[in-house]
């Protein structure tokens, strides 16, 4: 055998690849273009699910990029993302019941959830601040607390909108709104591409581009190199004049106002407004997605939300798909299920990586 | 006495309890011990004294068998107890053995009294019927025999605390005096190790502690008692060892020496050929720059209590005194670090104190002593760890664009700053990418100073320069900060703990006391004048 010889000689660029990119996510890739090249041969139609991978990244990358800022700030990672998505819900129903539709009614939605996302954010930044050292257990719940106080919320107010209220009573708002004929699928059609079974939500990817740059720009600026020293060791960014409660708040409320406007942009590609429990189920895949990328607890790029969006929608959706053709049975639901929080252990397990 | 113990104790008069034979140590490829030779007999009580980094304490840790020492390599030469060489696993070998230390944290549990403290997990116990029947876990603990045991223990010492008193309830003398009655109820117990067991009590508690080690030498247990408070190891001392760099210097009976001679073992270098720095200047008719008026700072184990001191324009002034004395302090609390109070004039101009940002905008720079704590962004480039605080401070490496609305960091000038001074101060490094924490301690430090220097600061201090680095880059830090203060015009405060350090590079070095200026020297003045002042208020 010889093996060791090839292995010593292959590691020059194999080992390169290994360190730059990580076994993991190597791993993790190889599984995914497994799954792909199995696709056609169990039957499952391979544009198809590429289209599906592209869109469900398309829906969900905002939602990954929002944890950035937080990491970079040294708050970890934001367990609290239910918190900006109810502002974005808040932003969605009030849009549609002030009568706003087609493209007006997300833009509306944006900016009526922006100050509640800047509200909830700072006292949200502010709990953290006053817990350092505990932020990912107490964002867990503050995430949780606040999905249940919404609960109740939108039975109590006074939405009257026909199309989101409930039939009979004429009050409460229901748990999925359709979206028909408010912003269902609005920036997916612009400069859509269709080619045969191939369908690319070019808009979608486009607004994820300028928010992604938007943020790495931001990483670049003085204030952003400040927040990431703070993440980095705050004692230094001290040292160096910085207040660092304020630099953690700032990254707190973006990250917030990013989960606002990440649901709203999810909401348009799946075409649907989903209240109640919803939120409580979007922030471990989020999480679990930045992981996946090769984000730790105090670093993240814009990249590793890229990869790990790409790796873990692909996984999720490709799973199910080719599991039942190969089975012959619909167990797609139950499959899902494994997989995704399979994920979601094996990225929570990672998490301490980074930790110094 | 029968016949037997008279030759028991005439053979114990040959082999000593305790002999260190060539003790060797070092910490990848830093000599911090070299050839240690020590003995002691029962009932011996000898005084270790030295600066710190002298190496005591590495000293102590072999001879208890930390668990540190083997981690990083173990030690050379060989210990023997009663003649026979002992190789020590971990301290409960050591323990097993007759040894026992007493740090100067105390380790006790708050909740439990003094007899439950002493005997935890030694306890007296009583069979019952339960215990027949699951094993000895469930055995009662026998109250009685255990206050008996205690009561002996404390006896040993001479002092009178009570057996019944919760901890969480005691003076800290009496926490003290528990620990080391815990040590004594060991009945294998030959020989105590103190380290500096009277720093945090008051003279009355530690003039009781030395009558307690008198007491239990009489029982012939032998005793080392590491302290700062020279004339403690005078009054109870057989005999006294002088550590510095690593080697023991001087080894005297105690009677024969006084505290201004230990003083000079401990602190002066060769005195002849060591010379303070070749052009001492004299800043006396230069103007005050900085002045500190009844500075207090509340940092940690270095309380600085009523400091007053003037800093000339131009000069480099040392800052001196013993661990745990208040010198760091003073730089910590100046800059913000540490909650202080007092007031503080430089140029004229009153600087607000705990506010870092302001101490900075006055153009103060400030080398930490904490390099991977405070001084440093481990993960991060040296690109980003020398332009930081320029950056957020003074708006330097910054492109504006917008009319100044996006301050861009400006990657071509950070990389040009930090090859310059990685040029200058001969960092060794692959590149100015290199993450900080990969750098050796000398570089970190050389990192550290010119993130200091890149602010092109008017009054810089430097806290501990040279601590954990190999000589040779000493040198040049030293230099560098010598260079930078002679060409740039900067005042240069340099605390440091190494004397010899600061009468090498200073004009005028103040030695820290108590939390006070002792005093303040030209930095030609003799060792032994420094090392007076440096004990003169010790606390």
């Not at chain 2, 490829?29 to 002298?54: F, H, K, P, W, Y």
């Amino acid at each position: 055998m010889n093996e060791k010889a090839i292995n010593k000689k292959e590691k020059s660029w194999f080992g390169k690849l290994v360190e730059s990119y990580g076994l993991p996510r190597l791993i993790i890739t190889a599984f995914l273009l497994l799954l792909l090249i199995l696709a056609p041969f169990v039957g499952a139609d391979l544009p198809t699910q590429v289209s599906n991978i592209i869109a469900r990244f398309s829906w969900n990358g905002i939602l990954v990029l929002a944890m950035v800022p937080m990491v970079h700030s040294g708050c970890g990672l934001n367990f609290g993302l239910p918190l900006g998505i109810i502002s974005g819900l808040l932003g969605a129903t009030m849009s549609i019941e002030f009568g706003f539709t087609g493209p007006l009614s997300f833009v509306m939605a944006i900016l009526i959830a922006t100050p509640f996302a800047l509200v909830l954010g700072t006292v949200y930044g502010w709990l953290l601040n006053k817990i350092k050292g505990g932020e990912m257990m107490i964002a867990t719940y503050v995430g949780f607390s606040s999905v249940s106080l919404m609960c109740m919320m939108w039975l109590i107010l006074p939405y009257k909108s026909p199309n989101m209220v409930w039939g009979l009573s004429g009050k409460g708002l229901r748990t999925t709104i359709s979206l028909e004929g408010y912003y269902n699928e609005v920036l997916a059609n612009f400069l859509r591409i269709r080619i045969g079974n191939l369908d690319i939500p070019v808009g979608t990817l486009l607004f994820f581009t300028v928010l992604a740059l938007g943020i790495w720009a931001f990483l670049h600026t003085k204030t952003g190199t400040a927040m990431t020293a703070v993440g980095s060791n705050p004692t230094f960014a001290r040292a160096a004049g910085i207040n660092v409660d304020k630099m953690r708040l700032l990254s707190v409320v973006m990250s917030t106002w990013l989960a606002a406007v990440g649901i709203l942009v999810y909401e348009q590609g799946f075409g649907f407004v989903q209240l109640y429990m919803a939120p409580f189920y979007m922030a471990l895949p989020a999480v679990s997605a930045i992981l996946i990328g090769g984000a730790t607890v105090n670093k993240a790029t814009i990249m590793n939300v890229i990869i790990g969006t790409i790796l873990f929608q692909g996984i999720v959706t490709m799973t199910p798909t080719v599991m039942n053709n190969m089975i012959h049975m619909d167990m797609s639901e139950v499959i899902r299920i494994i997989v995704s929080n399979g994920m979601i252990l094996y990225a929570l397990t990672r998490k301490t990586e980074g930790a110094k | 006495m029968t016949a037997f113990r008279k030759v028991w104790y005439m053979n114990m008069e040959n082999t000593p309890l305790l002999e260190m034979r060539n003790i060797k140590k070092d910490f990848f490829g830093n000599q911090v011990l070299s050839d240690i030779n020590l003995t002691l007999r029962e009932g011996e009580v000898i005084g270790l004294v030295g600066e710190n980094g002298a190496g005591k304490s590495t000293l102590m840790r072999i001879l208890f068998g930390a668990n540190m020492i083997r981690e990083t390599g173990g030690y050379g030469g060989e210990i023997l107890l009663n003649g026979e060489v002992q190789k020590f696993e971990s301290p409960f070998d050591a323990i097993e053995a007759g040894i026992g230390m007493v740090h100067q944290e105390f380790s006790l549990i708050p909740g439990f009294t003094t007899t439950e403290n002493i005997l935890l997990n030694r306890e007296p116990k009583k069979k019952n019927l339960i215990s027949e029947i699951f094993g000895e876990r469930m055995n009662t603990l026998n109250r009685g025999e255990m206050e008996k045991k205690a009561a002996d223990a404390i006896e040993m010492m001479g002092v009178n605390i009570d057996p019944k008193m919760v901890i969480s309830d005691m003076p800290v003398g009496h926490k003290q005096f528990t620990e080391i009655a815990r040590e004594l109820s060991k009945e294998q117990l030959k020989l105590l190790i103190l380290d500096e067991p009277t720093a945090v009590l008051t003279e009355k508690e530690a003039e009781a502690l030395l009558d307690a080690i008198r007491g239990m030498a009489k029982r012939g247990i032998a005793i080392i008692f590491i302290t700062h408070r020279l004339q403690e190891i005078l009054s109870v001392c057989d005999r006294v060892v002088v550590m510095r760099d690593g080697y023991i210097v001087n080894e005297s009976p105690a009677k024969e020496t006084n505290v201004g001679q230990i003083t000079k073992w401990m602190v002066g270098r060769d005195v002849k050929n060591s010379g303070a720095a070749l052009e001492t200047r004299n800043h006396e008719n230069a103007r005050t720059i900085l002045s500190i008026e009844k500075l207090w700072v509340d940092m940690p184990g270095e309380t600085v209590r009523n400091v007053n001191l003037e800093v000339k324009e131009g000069e480099i002034l040392g800052i001196g005194g013993l661990a745990g004395q208040g010198k760091l302090g003073i730089p910590n609390g100046i800059m913000g670090l540490y909650p202080s109070g007092g007031k503080i004039t430089f140029d004229g101009k009153d600087i607000p104190l705990n506010a870092p940002k302001k101490c900075l905008d006055s153009s103060f720079a400030f080398v930490s002593e904490d390099r991977r704590g405070v001084g440093l962004l481990l993960d991060e480039t040296l690109e980003w760890n020398i332009a930081f605080p320029a950056m957020q401070i003074q708006n330097k490496f910054l492109k504006n664009y917008l009319g100044g609305l996006i301050k861009w960091r400006d990657e071509k000038a950070i990389k040009v700053v930090t090859d310059q001074y990685i040029k200058e101060l001969a960092i060794k490094c692959t590149s100015s990418k290199q993450k900080a924490k990969e750098l050796s301690g000398g570089n970190q430090q050389k990192v550290c100073l010119a993130k200091a220097f890149a602010l092109e600061p008017r009054l810089l201090f430097v806290s501990e320069p040279t601590r954990g680095i190999d000589v040779g880059a000493k040198a040049l830090v030293l230099d560098a900060l010598k260079k930078f203060n002679r060409e740039n015009g900067v005042t240069v405060v340099i605390v440091s703990s190494e004397l010899e350090e600061l009468r090498q590079s200073c004009d005028r070095i103040a030695i820290v006391s108590g939390g006070k200026i002792a005093g303040i020297l030209p930095a030609s003045s003799s060792v032994e004048e420094l090392g007076a002042l440096m004990l003169s208020q010790v606390i």
